[in-house]
């Protein structure tokens, strides 16, 4: 008998949903410190990809950290942080 895990993309299939091409110009992308970016998670990249259930949620981009982007995101009543590449960012 087998047991159905419950791993980070789990239940995911039509909430990461993506149609189309990643451009190299999506990993290029800049934002300056304070901006308002929007989180959408691109299926097609696994690395520096949040929580699926932060998905379609805007943020404030706080810093970098390497590469990725420090973006502060108000999750009922708390303030999280999260480091997130920037082909997962949209600006707003």
Known sequence: MTTKTHGYR????????KRGLTH???FMKE????????IKIDSSVQ??????RFN???G????MQGNSY?????????KK???VSPIHLKPQ
């Open 10 to 17: 789990c239940k995911t299939r039509r909430k990461l949903k």
């Open 24 to 26: 190299v110009t999506d």
């Open 31 to 38: 934002f300056n410190v304070g901006d308002k970016v929007l």
């Open 47 to 52: 690395t520096g990809h949040p929580h699926p």
């Open 56 to 58: 379609n949620r805007t």
């Open 60 to 63: 404030l981009v706080k810093g």
């Open 70 to 78: 420090l973006v502060e995101i108000m999750d009922i009543n708390k």
């Open 81 to 83: 942080t999260m480091i």
